[in-house]
């Protein structure tokens, strides 16, 4: 804990464009974290390097991600706002991780297999790495409570283990972390693909809504979003297109399912379509006037990059100290 609250940690990848399911099923709630957490929230760029990066875009694409947190209302005097890669402790921490992370756990991990099969050309050593540095992420900061969905599920259960596992060798050491249970996001899924999460990876450009995608953009995607034969609008699992369409509007609006098929009903999937693109539109407007407001402040946003950095450094020495000494590193002269 920290001044008496609990620690949250949570971070996303410099890779990608942000979608609207992002968004809305994440980046919008953690605004609302900071007042009951000490909120911890990292561009999360050693993670990207798995899978090969342009380096120019890689810094662009991190330093836009670590504005448009701020841009969605993550006050980074409230919260730590930082990259991954200015704070040296997650490699070092991730390291001494990794020798009491077993081989067979990390095999098991099903994100390695798809990541595996999707670059079979770059099987590479952080990839099957990857969880260690994510338990590091966690463990660095002491954290009570991480935001994860279902896909991330099987990592923090690993970091737990291998908290407990250091624990009970070493005495009380880390924090164990408990998933975050709280206001469940909005479930925003494929445009193009209703069954499945719309993903900032997807090579479909139409199955997803990218956060800096412009009015018309938006709107020729959902009128080429994915329906039915029924002509029916429906909040039903039988009609995943319709279904997913009236969870982006009532995320959008506020409005609940019943009431958003109130609204349309008699309509067609033309109209839904409209008013579903409109309603994004509105939402994400504001959120790109301040993205495009702050990338023009440099001095401020790297004023926010080195304060954050700072604090960050901060509280993972601390936990990096201590680790270094129950393993028996030396210590350091100053």
């Not at 994100?111 to 590091?136: E, R, W």
């Not at 972390?177 to 990876?201: C, F, H, R, T």
């Not at 319709?242 to 033309?270: H, M, Q, R």
Request: proline share 3%; hydrophobic share 35%; glycine share 6%.
């Amino acid at each position: 804990m920290i001044d008496g609250k609990k620690v949250l940690f949570s971070g996303m990848q410099a890779t990608g464009n942000l979608t609207l399911g992002n968004y809305l099923g994440a980046l919008k709630n953690w605004v609302t974290l900071s007042d009951e957490y000490e909120c911890f929230y990292s561009v999360v760029d050693m993670h990207s390097i798995t899978i090969r990066q342009d380096p120019a875009e890689l810094r662009k694409r991190a330093r836009a991600l670590l504005t448009l947190y701020i841009a969605a209302g993550l006050d980074p005097e409230k919260n730590c706002i930082y990259y991954q890669s200015h704070v040296s402790g997650h490699a070092e921490l991730a390291w001494i991780l990794n020798c009491y992370t077993y081989m067979g756990e990390l095999s098991r991990m099903t994100q390695f297999k798809d990541k595996s099969a999707k670059h079979a050309d770059n099987i590479n050593a952080g990839l099957f790495t990857y969880p260690v540095l994510m338990a590091a992420d966690i463990l660095l900061y002491q954290t009570d409570v991480v935001p994860v969905g279902i896909d991330q599920m099987q990592h923090l259960e690993l970091t737990r283990d291998v908290a407990q596992r250091f624990n009970a060798i070493y005495g009380d050491v880390f924090t164990i972390p408990e998933a975050y249970i709280g206001k469940v996001g909005a479930k925003i899924n494929s445009l193009q693909n209703p069954d499945k999460k719309m993903s900032k990876s997807d090579e479909n450009v139409n199955a997803s809504i990218y956060l800096m995608d412009d009015p018309d953009t938006i709107m020729r995607k959902f009128k080429r979003a994915v329906t039915d034969s029924e002509a029916n609008i429906c909040y039903r699992d039988e009609q995943p297109g319709i279904k997913n369409l009236l969870n982006i509007y009532c995320a959008c609006t506020g409005k609940t399912p019943d009431e958003a098929v109130s609204e349309f009903a008699g309509k067609g999937y033309s109209e839904l379509k409209t008013g579903v693109g409109e309603a994004v539109v509105t939402v994400l407007k504001p959120l790109q006037e301040e993205v495009a407001r702050l990338s023009k402040d440099k001095a401020y946003i790297d004023s926010i990059i080195k304060e954050n950095t700072e604090k960050a450094n901060y509280y993972a020495s601390k936990t990096l100290r201590k680790v270094q000494k129950k393993v028996g590193f030396p210590e350091k002269i100053r």
